[in-house]
């Protein structure tokens, strides 16, 4: 997992963090490059179900509601939070652009308004075109004859089929993200955007150095083909984004009923009597698992990521079945045998930001997210928003 995502925050006096958001993912920035969200990106859903009319009315409505919520935040919040980019904008300051607000239904539930508590989310323009609209936009044209965005799409689709899907799970898992922290009411650190927005500048500018460039403005707009105030509220976007997910899939985590368990794993059945005979010498687990065990988490003693329950792998299941301070196996899991040792069962920790929050950033401060832990995440929100890729689809057929 790259260590940009999950920066390691300390907790400060705090502002409302979505307010940063106004015009999140915007079509530029949701295209300019494959940002991964967290660990790495999986492929998304295919084929799920179409909204009802009533689903999309309802939707509507949400968005309507979600909008004037927002515009209202908007004009109570100010500027405190925009960001300025001497070097590019001579000064000015670079908020991000207005926009509509929108919100997306979760299975069984209406979504959080995410106008609510002073946060701002807009969508990207042209949310609610129709594929044939989407399907008929002219990108050029060669001897007058027009040029369709579907063929576009199309190309890239067959030249970088993983890519697309990368980038289409990205921007899924970044809306799901804003959902979350808008339902948690997350905060962040007072001016934690701001200082990743300048990391990310400061690596620019060395890039831009090394290139000869006079300025920043004209790198970014030579290298990278952007407006300079549209990388920077793009840069800001991201930012919020990387923040946010650790936040959102820590807080998920600790409210879910979850186990720390330990775990060796060993080829033969020689190995299997050795570790049987030195843990009934009442060894430790965590050094039997140091000198025995095959895997990498013996560094740390056999240590895994928390499991959740309701996961389908043959280690969570017998991690729940399975005693607090009781050893479980050997279990068959390929090629290799496991021993599953429950170390803990931790006590939920539910409720808004205002109250799990410090739990949360202590939690993050003492290990960042782990790629199994995001995974779990992941599969929880897939399960509990409806994602619809129809209209992408109905771009290439």
Not at 164 to 190: G, K, T, Y
Not at 325 to 333: F, H, L, S
Request: glycine share 8%; aromatic share 4%.
């Amino acid at each position: 997992m790259r260590r940009g995502v999950f920066p390691r925050l300390g907790r400060a006096s705090c502002a409302p963090a979505v307010t940063i958001l106004a015009a999140v993912l915007s079509g530029a920035c949701a295209t300019t490059e494959n940002r991964e969200v967290v660990g790495e990106a999986k492929p998304v859903l295919s084929a799920p179900r179409t909204m009802s009319d009533e689903e999309l009315e309802e939707t509507r409505a949400i968005e309507r509601a979600a909008a004037e919520s927002a515009d209202r935040a908007a004009a109570a919040s100010g500027d405190a939070e925009a960001m300025q980019l001497d070097s590019i904008a001579a000064g000015a300051p670079a908020g991000p652009p207005a926009g509509d607000t929108a919100g997306g239904p979760a299975k069984g539930a209406a979504a959080p308004d995410v106008g609510a508590a002073g946060r701002s989310v807009s969508w990207p323009s042209g949310v609610d075109a129709t594929p044939d609209d989407i399907a008929n936009y002219t990108i050029g044209s060669v001897a007058g004859r027009k040029i369709p965005l579907s063929d576009l799409v199309a190309k890239w689709i067959w030249r970088e089929p993983a890519r697309v899907r990368a980038i289409l799970d990205d921007i899924v898992l970044s809306r799901i993200i804003i959902f979350e922290a808008a339902a948690l009411q997350i905060e962040l650190p007072d001016g934690a955007i701001k200082k990743e927005v300048e990391t990310r500048l400061a690596r620019l500018q060395k890039e831009a150095d090394a290139a000869g460039k006079t300025s920043l403005e004209a790198y970014i707009q030579e290298a990278l083909g952007m407006e300079p105030e549209t990388y920077l509220r793009c840069a800001q976007e991201e930012a919020a984004i990387d923040l946010l997910a650790p936040r959102c899939v820590r807080a998920w985590l600790l409210a879910s009923d979850h186990r720390e368990i330990r775990a060796i794993t060993v080829k033969t059945t020689a190995d299997v009597d050795q570790v049987q005979a030195r843990l009934a010498r009442g060894e430790a687990f965590a050094d039997v698992a140091r000198a025995l065990s095959i895997d990498p988490s013996k560094e740390e003693g056999g240590r895994l990521p928390p499991v959740v329950r309701g996961g389908d792998l043959a280690l969570t299941r017998t991690a729940f079945a399975t005693e607090v301070g009781e050893v479980a196996g050997p279990i068959k899991d390929r090629e290799s045998m496991l021993f599953v040792y429950v170390e803990a069962a931790p006590p939920l920790i539910e409720g808004m930001w205002s109250e799990v929050g410090a739990e949360v950033e202590a939690s993050l401060k003492a290990r960042d997210i782990e790629d199994p832990e995001f995974w779990q995440w992941k599969a929880q929100m897939l399960g509990r928003y409806d994602v619809n890729m129809d209209p992408f689809l109905d771009l290439v057929k």
